[in-house]
């Protein structure tokens, strides 16, 4: 024997059900994606963005009168987690009796920073007082009057 079946009705709960099922999945995803946002970047480049922004220019000028001194740095970090930095004049001499420091920071925030002092250990190359812990690291290194900033791992 066969039964005659009859379609189901779409009714108002059904478009109900569809909407809340619809609509929990956006929220969802909304909070998960907020949530991975804020956990990977705290948010903050600069303290003031106003005041950061009457100094660019200055900035600029000082990075430019870097440039045109041609100085070439090479940092690198050693099997000990070392930092190790090299400085050359534009004709590629080392520079040798310079004052070298610098500051290790975590990209995401996540460690405090690291301050990292230097000692000249052959000419124009330069070695850090301590060890870095293992990760990146955005290292802003001054040299005399210049500033280098390179992440390394």
């Known amino acids: 024997?066969?039964?005659?079946?009859?379609?189901?009705?779409?009714?108002?709960?059904?478009?109900?059900?569809i909407l809340v099922a619809f609509f929990a999945v956006v929220i969802a995803v909304n909070m998960l994606m907020a949530t991975l946002a804020v956990r990977s970047f705290g948010g903050v480049?600069?303290?003031?963005?106003?005041?950061?922004?009457?100094?660019?220019?200055?900035?600029?000028k000082a990075a430019r009168a870097q440039e045109a001194q041609g100085w070439r740095e090479t940092i690198a970090i050693d099997a000990q987690r070392r930092v190790q930095v090299s400085l050359a004049d534009v004709a590629g001499a080392p520079l040798n009796g310079v004052a070298v420091t610098a500051t290790a920071a975590h990209p995401l925030?996540?460690?405090?920073?690291?301050?990292?002092?230097?000692?000249?250990v052959?000419?124009?190359?330069?070695?850090?007082?301590?060890t870095l812990p293992a990760g990146r690291w955005r290292l802003s290194l001054t040299a005399a009057d210049h500033r280098f900033v390179q992440e390394i791992d």
Do not use: C
């Open 45 to 60: 480049v600069v303290d003031n963005s106003y005041v950061a922004s009457q100094k660019f220019n200055g900035w600029l």
């Open 109 to 120: 925030g996540r460690a405090p920073d690291i301050a990292l002092s230097f000692r000249e």
């Open 122 to 130: 052959a000419p124009g190359r330069y070695s850090a007082d301590r």
């Open 1 to 17: 024997m066969m039964r005659s079946s009859t379609p189901r009705r779409f009714t108002g709960w059904h478009m109900t059900g």
